[in-house]
């Protein structure tokens, strides 16, 4: 059974920082690539960040030069270093694979604010 945990969102003020975690289990994690997503209310949820098997990534331009997607395969975890937060990077954040959608997670929220 394959799960996807995310963890790490909260409420942080702009300028801030956060890191998010999805732990994967059922998979052979190293195996797939992985997205990050975000669904702001109201909107759909989109990619973010992509990691390859390989460690190569790849952003979306409003979160380049801020956000960091990582992975620790001996972890079977993705990570998302968020820095220099925003009030439009308010949303909920996922992880799923690149090459099939699995079950998504619950999501962790991510707000910021002051």
């Known amino acids: 059974q394959v799960q996807l945990v995310e963890s790490g969102g909260g409420l942080v003020q702009p300028g801030g920082s956060l890191r998010l975690s999805c732990a994967a289990s059922g998979i052979v994690f190293s195996s797939y690539a992985m997205h990050w997503y975000r669904q702001a209310p109201g909107k759909q949820r989109d990619v973010v960040a992509t990691?390859?098997?390989?460690?190569?990534?790849n952003y979306v331009d409003s979160v380049k030069g801020r956000f960091t997607i990582s992975r620790d395969n001996t972890k079977n975890t993705v990570y998302l270093q968020m820095n220099s937060l925003k009030p439009e990077d308010t949303a909920v954040y996922y992880c799923?694979?690149?090459?099939?959608?699995?079950?998504w997670g619950q999501g962790t929220q991510v707000t910021v604010s002051s």
């Open positions: 799923n694979a690149v090459s099939r959608t699995f079950v």
């Open positions: 990691i390859t098997i390989g460690g190569s990534t």
